[in-house]
C-alpha cells in the first residue's frame, strides 16, 4: 500500500519577500468580485443546469464507466493512499507473504508416481472446509451439475449439435471433438425468461436451516432468529467439488467448487447487466505441511485473499457468504460497492442458510502439470470427464435482435455462460487467480468497508490468457 505524502515544512529563509507595490496589487486582485449576472442570464443559467447540464454529465460518466474505467488494471498507488484499497485485483502487498509467492518448482516426476498424492484427500482438507452462508432472500440456490445436463442441449453458433446421445457426467468431454469444444454451449431447452424451476434449485436449500418449516422461512421471525443463531452447516442435495491440488514443498491447494444453475446479474442504474446460465464460483485454502494459511474467495473475474488467522471461523473452519443473484463470495457479510456513484453497484451478503459443502462432496485430485484428474480416496466413484469439457456450462449470449436481450457501452443484459473448473487457473502460484506477473495482496484483517472496481462484463466468460490456460491448451492460438 502507498502511504499518505507528509506536510511539507519550508524554513523561513526560503519565503521570498515582495515589496508593499506588488502586495497591495495583489491585495485588489483578491478583493476583486465580478458584477452578480442580470436576471435574464440568471434564469439561462438556471434552465441549462437544470436540464441540459445534468444530462450530459450523467451520460458522460455512465460512458466512461463502462468503457474505460474497467479496462484500468491497477489504481495508482498514490490514489489508493487517499481513498483507501479500491483496487479489487489483488493489489499490493500488506506486509504478509504467501507462503509460495517465488515460483513452485515442481516437475512431473515429483508429483506423478506419489500414490498419496495421486488418490488421497488428506483429512486435514476436510478439517478446515469452508462453510458458507448462501443469502437469505437467493432465489437461486446451489444446483446439481449432473441434473444441469438434463435441461441443456449443446449448440455451435445457436444450431443444437445434433445426434449426441443424452449428456452425463461420463461423456461430456466427448463434446471436445466439435472445434475442441471452445465455441460449444450447453444451452437452456427452456426460454429463460419463464424461469423454470431447475434454475432455482429450491430443493437445494441447506437443511438443519428449519427443520419443520424451511418452506416458511422468509416471512418467520422464528426463522430469521436461527439464521443469526445456526453454529454448524446443513446438508445440501447440490455436491460441491472438491479438488486438492499438491504443488510440492509442502503447498497444498484445496478448491472448493459450488455450482449454480442460474447466475442474476446485478442492477446499474435500474438496468440489470450480466446474466447468465451456469455458474461456478470457488473458495481455494492453501495449505502449507498441513496448516491453513490463505484463504481466497471468487468474486466474478477476480477475488480476494486472505491469511486464514483474518477470516471469520466456526471452530477451525473459515466462514464465507454467497452473494445474492451472482453468487461472487466474500468474507463478511454486508453490502460490497464497486467504484460507480452512491455505491449503485454492489454485491449482497448476510447471513442465511449455512451450507456445509463436505457433507455432499464430489472429491478429486489434481495434477496440474500433466492436467490429470482422478477420483479421490474419499469418493472413488466420482465420474471424471465431466472436467475436461472445454466449452461453457450455459447459453451463448444472446444477439441484440433477441426480445430477451439489451446492451450499452459493451455490456449486455445476458452473456456467456461460463467455462468449468479446469479452466480457474488451478495451477497458480500465488493463491489469486490473475496472471503470474499480477500482484497478489494477502490481507491481514477484513475490512467490510472496502470498495472494489467494476470488472466489466462485456459478453461474459471466455478462455482465459495462454499463461493461465490447462496444460495441453496454453499453446492453442486464440481465434
Known amino acids: ?19 508593499e507595490k506588488e502586495g497591495n496589487e495583489v491585495e485588489k486582485i483578491l478583493q476583486y468580485r465580478p458584477p452578480p449576472p442580470s436576471r435574464s442570464q440568471d ?49 499490493t502487498d500488506r506486509g504478509w507473504q504467501d507462503p509460495s509467492a517465488v515460483d513452485i518448482e515442481t516437475g512431473p516426476e515429483d508429483l506423478a508416481n506419489d500414490p498419496r498424492v495421486i488418490h488421497e484427500i488428506p483429512q ?24 444441469h445436463l438434463f435441461h441443456v442441449t449443446p449448440e455451435l453458433n445457436y444450431t443444437p449439435i445434433q445426434g449426441l446421445p443424452q449428456l452425463n457426467l461420463t461423456n461430456l468431454d466427448q463434446l471436445n471433438q466439435f472445434e475442441k469444444g471452445r465455441h ?40 430469521r432468529a436461527k439464521i443469526r443463531t445456526q453454529s454448524h ?38 438496468i440489470r447487466f450480466g446474466n447468465h446460465i451456469g455458474d461456478w464460483e470457488h473458495t481455494l485454502i492453501r495449505f502449507q505441511h498441513g496448516k491453513p494459511k490463505v484463504v481466497f474467495v471468487s468474486e466474478h473475474f477476480f477475488g480476494s485473499a486472505y491469511s486464514y488467522s483474518a477470516v471469520e471461523k466456526i471452530g477451525n473452519r473459515p466462514v464465507v457468504y454467497s452473494a445474492v ?20 453497484l454492489h454485491d449482497e451478503t448476510d447471513r442465511g442458510p449455512l ?9 478429486y485430485t489434481y495434477n496440474h502439470v500433466t ?32 426480445n430477451r436481450q439489451y446492451g450499452f457501452a459493451g455490456e449486455y443484459h445476458y452473456v456467456n455462460g461460463p467455462l468449468g473448473p479446469r479452466f480457474k487457473h488451478l495451477g497458480r502460484r500465488n493463491v489469486c487467480q490473475g496472471r503470474y506477473s499480477d500482484p497478489c495482496d494477502i490481507k491481514g484483517r477484513l475490512d467490510a468497508g472496502e470498495v472494489r472496481v467494476w470488472p466489466g462484463l462485456g459478453e461474459g466468460d471466455d478462455w482465459p490468457d495462454p499463461e493461465i490456460r490447462p496444460p495441453g491448451l496454453s499453446d492453442d492460438r486464440d481465434d
Open 1 to 19: 500500500m502507498g502511504h499518505s505524502p507528509k506536510s511539507l515544512e519550508v524554513p523561513p529563509e526560503a519565503v521570498s519577500t515582495v515589496s
Open 43 to 91: 434564469v439561462r443559467i438556471k434552465n441549462f443546469r437544470t436540464s441540459v447540464l445534468p444530462f450530459l454529465l450523467g451520460f458522460t460518466l455512465v460512458a466512461f464507466i463502462f468503457t474505460a474505467l474497467h479496462t484500468i488494471p491497477v489504481i495508482p498507488t498514490w490514489l489508493k493512499s487517499r481513498v483507501g484499497s479500491w483496487s479489487k485485483t489483488c493489489g
Open 124 to 147: 486435514y482438507v476436510l478439517d478446515y472446509a469452508p462453510l458458507v452462508h448462501l443469502y437469505s432472500e437467493e432465489q437461486f440456490w446451489p444446483c446439481d451439475i449432473r441434473e
Open 184 to 223: 460449444v454451449f450447453l444451452t437452456s431447452n427452456d426460454n429463460v425468461e419463464d424461469r423454470p424451476d431447475w434454475l432455482g434449485g429450491q430443493t437445494n436449500i441447506p437443511d438443519d436451516f428449519i427443520n419443520d418449516a424451511k418452506a416458511d422461512y422468509f416471512g418467520s421471525h422464528a426463522a
Open 233 to 270: 452447516g446443513g446438508h445440501s442435495d447440490a455436491p460441491a467439488v472438491l479438488l486438492t491440488v499438491d504443488k510440492g514443498d509442502g503447498i497444498v491447494d484445496a478448491f472448493w467448487f459450488f455450482f449454480y444453475s442460474y447466475n442474476l446479474g446485478n442492477i446499474v442504474f435500474n
Open 325 to 344: 443473484g451472482t453468487h461472487a463470495m466474500y468474507a463478511t457479510p454486508g453490502t460490497h460497492p464497486y467504484i460507480l456513484p452512491l455505491g449503485i
Open 355 to 363: 451450507w456445509d459443502p463436505a457433507l455432499n462432496t464430489l472429491t
Open 371 to 402: 492436467d490429470a484428474l482422478r477420483a479421490s480416496n474419499r469418493t472413488p466413484d466420482a465420474p471424471t470427464q465431466w472436467f475436461y469439457f472445454a466449452g461453457k456450462w450455459g447459453d451463448k449470449f444472446y444477439p441484440l435482435n433477441d
